[in-house]
């Protein structure tokens, strides 16, 4: 359960991380509430995960997700570049939450 808590914390960085750019520096009202309110949920859910998860592994594998992910958003729906080399960094950030996971005694 505390992976899939995780996992789902994860997802909510992502969104977090989209509706602040949405939000325009917090100009626009509605971007702006879902900014604050998937920060919060993730957090929370971080929170709860790691009653059972090790905190550096539940932080890691939260911080990878929402990083490799906000990348891979930026990139299909912004237009962010997706030159090779910054591609390779985000499989490297992937393959280290997918180690942490597999290595997890939890």
């Not at 992502?14 to 520096?25: D, H, L, Q, T, W």
Request: with cysteine; glycine share 14%.
């Amino acid at each position: 359960m505390a992976w899939t808590l995780l996992g789902i914390a994860g997802l909510l960085e992502i969104v977090f991380a989209f509706a602040m750019k949405s939000s325009e520096g917090f100009t626009r009202l509605v971007p702006a509430l879902f900014t604050v309110g998937a920060g919060l949920s993730s957090v929370v859910l971080l929170a709860l995960s790691m009653r059972t998860l090790p905190m550096g592994t539940g932080y890691a594998v939260w911080t990878g997700i929402g990083a490799a992910g906000t990348a891979i958003v930026g990139m299909a729906v912004l237009g962010d570049s997706a030159a090779p080399l910054r591609l390779l960094c985000i499989a490297l950030i992937l393959a280290g939450v997918i180690g942490l996971k597999l290595v997890s005694s939890n």
